[in-house]
């Protein structure tokens, strides 16, 4: 037997978007101030100077792109409400690859 409310649930994401937003925003502001220090850090030169450089800014450029991504997918209002459950899961997957990526990339940057 299923619960109404699991069944009401399923209509909407508005229950999760709040969360995921807030913490797209404090990731975002992590890895943007991450960068932006890495920028300015070294004047005379270029900051990145080898391939690992290179590797760790691709990284972190596909990992904020991603969390972009996700954003407007949760902000948007154009979601079949049927299928909000699907819809929510589609989404997770891309959090959830934007965070493993941008934190390979910050690991990769402690690391290489």
Do not use: C, E, H
């Amino acid at each position: 037997m299923s619960d109404p409310q699991d069944k009401q649930m399923n209509n909407d994401i508005r229950d999760f978007r709040q969360p995921m937003v807030t913490s797209i925003g404090i990731m975002l502001g992590f890895l943007m101030n991450f960068l932006a220090q890495w920028a300015i850090a070294d004047d005379d030169s270029s900051a990145i100077q080898t391939s690992a450089d290179a590797i760790v800014a691709i990284t972190l450029l596909v990992g904020i792109g991603l969390m972009i991504f996700t954003l407007f997918k949760l902000l948007t209002n154009r979601y079949d409400t049927a299928n909000a459950g699907l819809y929510y899961q589609g989404i997770f997957r891309w959090y959830m690859a934007a965070i493993i990526i941008s934190f390979g990339g910050l690991a990769a940057a402690l690391f290489i």
